[in-house]
């Protein structure tokens, strides 16, 4: 007899699949049914991070099929037996799992993702150690192909499709950014291309395992050693081919990178030693886009490209959003002003504002900084949800008034107008109303003489 692991229904040894649920059988062994199912299920090996297919974790996931390996490990899609939910398992390989550094840094990659919440990273469920000693980290299973793939197939993009994808891909760094995480590894690889709530071209930045992390207390994790570089050398910006202290700056040098590569389909650097890639990265000025591309390129597009190539951190873009901020005026200017205009807030920065702005309806002083002092935010204060091409807001957010002012000149110019309508009647009425002519004195009767 055999025993279907989902359904525990049970059949002849000459059934091969539930004709219920489509899952393999297993061997009905003689004892407790609960072992049956277990049995049935457990085709792999736990304690094999390369054999785990078959396997259960953390419950009711089956582990079903290996998605991908890398240096440090693999992963593998699991499925809920019940419900049928995925999610990504990635494991570290036996021998790295053996390094106390590799090991701390699949603990950061874990902490690092846990803590941004921004729709375009890849989240985090699960991070632990199974009783068998296997490292694993549970994300959400997203169903796309990398951006590289999207690259090979497509070729160079145009300059509205590129900044869709930019637009997503810095708005995750900006977060990330902003909670001292510089992801040190972006390449088109780490960058899926997914379908989400109707947008077709919906990013997720993935892998943050040679993460650069600032602890929430403002300690600096240090775990790369002195003159060692790590990331891929194509995407590597100087100062981390030199191995100097990072930023967010790099992580944008790498976008632009990227960014090259959507609207040419190559790098700007390759040799076929990686020590000559960094080199050039350090010393070369990069061949213009449009020198190499296929098809012209907005020379506006161009000038964003190369200023975030520069050489010189100081000399690039200082955040993620003053990236996108060019690349949106771009996109203005492309559509006409049916631009999106996006930006992150600083939310200490806007409680203050709001704090200010009730305490002066109100009458009463404000608890916070005082209008003079307090920060005003940045760009437009309207987030856009909706990341696709296809969505498009006409311009600028519009300036607001106070209600007490508003009704304050609404008065004013009510009276106003009023006042010269009653001034323009009495000119009328004066025009067609003439003083009527005197009448005539009646003549004095003749006198009559005797």
């Not at 996108?324 to 992150?344: F, N």
Request: hydrophobic letters at 40%; proline letters at 7%; charged letters at 20%.
């Amino acid at each position: 007899m055999k025993i279907c692991p989902t359904c525990a229904s049970q059949f002849g040894d000459n059934v091969e699949f539930c004709p219920h649920d489509g899952f393999r059988l297993g061997p009905v062994e003689q004892g407790d049914r609960r072992t049956a199912v277990e049995t049935a299920i457990q085709g792999g090996d736990m304690t094999d991070p390369d054999n785990l297919v078959g396997t259960r974790i953390f419950g009711d996931y089956i582990i079903r099929k290996k998605l991908g390996e890398g240096g440090m490990g693999a992963v593998f899609l699991a499925e809920q037996i019940n419900i049928g939910q995925r999610l990504a398992i990635k494991v570290l390989h036996g021998d790295a799992a053996q390094n106390p550094e590799l090991i701390e840094r699949f603990n950061r990659e874990a902490r690092a993702i846990s803590r941004l919440t921004n729709q375009n990273i890849i989240r985090v469920f699960v991070f632990g150690r199974t009783p068998e000693g296997l490292l694993y980290l549970a994300m959400e299973f997203v169903e796309g192909k990398p951006l590289r793939d999207v690259i090979e197939k497509d070729g160079r993009f145009n300059e509205l499709r590129a900044i869709n994808i930019m637009r997503q891909t810095l708005h995750a760094l900006a977060e990330a950014h902003e909670l001292g995480i510089v992801h040190r590894d972006l390449k088109p690889d780490n960058i899926m291309i997914t379908r989400f709530r109707g947008v077709d071209e919906f990013v997720k930045v993935l892998d943050f395992g040679i993460a650069k992390v600032k602890e929430p207390g403002g300690n600096q994790a240090k775990l790369t050693q002195a003159g060692v570089v790590y990331g891929t050398p194509e995407y590597l910006s100087p100062e981390q081919a030199q191995a100097k202290e990072l930023d967010g700056r790099s992580d944008l040098y790498s976008m632009g990178i990227i960014l090259y590569e959507l609207m040419t389909g190559t790098v700007p650097f390759q040799s076929k030693t990686a020590v000559s890639i960094l080199a050039s990265h350090v010393y070369d000025q990069p061949t213009p886009p449009s020198k190499i591309a296929r098809s012209p390129i907005h020379p506006r597009m161009e000038q964003i490209i190369l200023k975030a190539l520069e050489k010189d951190p100081t000399k690039r873009y200082g955040s993620a959003m003053a990236f996108l901020e060019d690349l949106e005026s771009l996109e203005a200017e492309l559509t006409g002003g049916a631009a999106t205009k996006t930006t992150v807030l600083d939310a200490s920065k806007v409680a203050a504002l709001i704090g200010i702005s009730r305490a002066q309806q109100s009458g009463k002083p404000a608890s916070g900084p005082s209008p003079a002092s307090a920060p005003a935010p940045s760009g437009p204060t309207i987030p856009v949800q909706n990341t696709s091409a296809n969505a498009r807001t006409s311009g600028p957010a519009p300036a607001t008034v106070s209600p007490n002012k508003a009704i304050f000149i609404t008065a004013i110019v009510s009276l106003a107008l009023l006042l010269l309508m009653a001034i323009i009647a009495i000119f009328i009425l004066l025009q067609r109303v003439q003083p009527a002519a005197a009448p005539a004195p009646a003549a004095a009767p003749a006198a009559t003489t005797l």
